[in-house]
């Protein structure tokens, strides 16, 4: 009852200034005095005002709010920090609030709110969305509100909720095929009361998928799906209630250790930004889908392994497999017969570097380390690569060096391998009497 009364003093009202408004408008040669209204600022056909923070009734003018309160009745407003209530005109909204009655809206980020069939306030295009509580909260009662002037001066009633007989503005429910909400969001379908969508055939939604997806399809039975150029997708011009269907692809998990050669126990771990996603992983070069078991904390590496691993969503969401091939070589000690003091030259030994792995081992380099590394002689210092199952004999080799004195010595052959892991072996010769 509250409100049918504040309709019908906001009607009365209407009515009153559109009486004035009209005389004002039909001979607008003669000069008319302005309308006075306490603390309101009348903005006149063909006239310019700069609001700071007043109230201003637009009649076809053109009104520049920076924070104050507009009833704009078929001007022109750039609003920038006020609230506007626009009935047919124009409005460039730049951040603020608009209630919008049938005119055009050109926001750039504010909050805009329409009529909608179901009696919910929604937002246009580029705006928020706002609980029709809060709408009702935000919008000044009927009687404090200024009377809305249409174009030819009577009292403008769109602002109404559509009598019985009056057109309503047309909405086509979308039915979802699934539930998407850890998928993807959907921005501009209009949630009804009983849980569904609707979509009006001059609106659109735009479709973008959560983090670490991909959108590879959607198929609609009513309007038009149109792939944009970041990877959303626009649902537009609806013309029938139907259905929405979409497809994905998750991106393979994340790893934080890369494929490559390794001289130490490894430890790996796994991730994925998708939410509510499970990670199935594999050691035996396996398919993860057939065999994988759920990742659950890091992997520890000590041996040549492949690891397969993949995002497991369910349903049919597809997933690229994450191939990791870890390489752990093993090194061969160069042994070396004791020799006694005064001997001759001592024979160059090869270096055996296993390759147990399903890929290639790469070295950057090879060199002696410890106190007694220049006891001993490289043939090369260079880098190589051992291919996969297969003993290197040949790249490699070492030899004491000559005229050592009666002792023991030793020393450490490092290979650094491609990841900057290494790879250490001992070598060892003794110097008898």
């Known amino acids: 009852m509250k409100r049918r009364s504040l309709e019908c003093t906001a009607l009365i009202l209407a009515l009153l200034l559109s009486l004035l408004s009209v005389s004002a408008f039909a001979a607008p040669q003669e000069e008319k005095a302005p309308l006075a209204m306490e603390n309101i600022t009348v ?51 730049n951040g603020a609030e608009v209630y919008n009655n049938g005119g055009t809206v050109h926001n750039n980020g504010g909050t805009v709110y329409e009529p909608c069939t179901h009696g919910d306030i929604a937002p246009a295009e580029g705006g928020t969305a706002a609980a029709e509580d809060a709408a009702a909260e935000e919008a000044p009662a009927a009687e404090e509100a200024a009377p809305a002037m249409a174009e030819d001066g009577a009292a403008a009633e769109n602002a109404k909720e559509p009598e019985a007989g009056e057109d309503k503005p047309v909405l086509y429910h979308i039915e979802l095929t699934a539930d998407y909400s850890k998928l993807a969001s959907i921005d501009g379908l209009l949630l009804q009361p009983d849980g569904t969508y609707a979509l009006s055939p001059e609106g659109r939604a735009v479709i973008r998928a959560n983090e670490g997806l991909e959108l590879t399809d959607a198929i609609t039975t009513a309007g038009r799906c149109t792939m944009g150029s970041n990877g959303e997708v626009i649902l537009s011009n609806v013309d029938r209630s139907g259905r929405l269907t979409l497809k994905f692809k998750a991106a393979p998990p994340v790893s934080d250790l890369p494929s490559g050669s390794y001289g130490s126990e490894q430890r790996l771990s796994l991730s994925t930004p998708i939410e509510g996603a499970r990670i199935l992983y594999t050691t035996d070069g396996t398919s993860p889908l057939e065999k994988g078991r759920e990742y659950k904390k890091p992997i520890e590496l000590e041996r040549s392994v492949t690891v397969k691993a993949v995002v497991d969503l369910g349903g049919a969401v597809k997933c690229d497999v994450l191939e990791l091939n870890y390489l752990f070589p093993e090194l061969e000690e160069p042994e070396f017969e004791d020799a006694r003091e005064g001997y001759d030259s001592m024979g160059f030994r090869p270096i055996r570097l296993i390759n147990t792995g399903a890929g290639t081992v790469k070295v950057k380099s090879v060199s002696l380390h410890g106190l007694g590394k220049d006891c001993f002689v490289l043939n090369t210092s260079r880098g190589g690569s051992v291919a996969s199952g297969q003993i290197d004999s040949t790249s490699w080799s070492v030899r004491p060096a000559d005229g050592l004195k009666v002792g023991e010595y030793e020393a450490n052959l490092v290979f650094t391998l491609d990841t900057g892991d290494l790879l250490i072996e001992e070598v060892e010769f003794e110097v008898r009497k």
């Open 43 to 93: 903005n006149e056909f063909d006239s310019t005002y700069y609001n700071d923070g007043g109230t201003v009734i637009n009649n076809f003018g053109t009104v520049y709010n920076n924070g104050g309160i507009v009833y704009n009745n078929g001007g022109t407003v750039y609003n920038n920090g006020g609230t506007v209530y626009n009935n047919g005109g124009i409005v460039h909204n």
